[in-house]
């Protein structure tokens, strides 16, 4: 997956805004990363995808996100 698509995809999952082919091919490309189980919570997750999401260069929303880490 390219950078650029990369980018407009995760921020498209992170809003909510994805369609089921979108999420399935996100998910897809995250899990090839992740192949061991980690114990992480939900909470610890949602916290990491924002601080990722705030320093996406050009991102206008990062005044809005909370710091939670």
Do not use: V
Request: aromatic share 12%; hydrophobic share 35%.
């Amino acid at each position: 997956m390219e950078e650029e698509e990369l980018k407009t995809l995760f921020k498209k999952y992170h809003d909510g805004k994805c369609t089921e082919e979108e999420k399935a091919l996100f998910e897809a490309w995250y899990l090839q990363f992740n192949e061991h189980d980690l114990d992480i919570s939900t909470k610890r997750i949602k916290a990491i995808g924002d601080r990722i999401f705030r320093e996406l260069p050009g991102n206008l929303d990062a005044c809005f996100l909370p710091e939670k880490i």
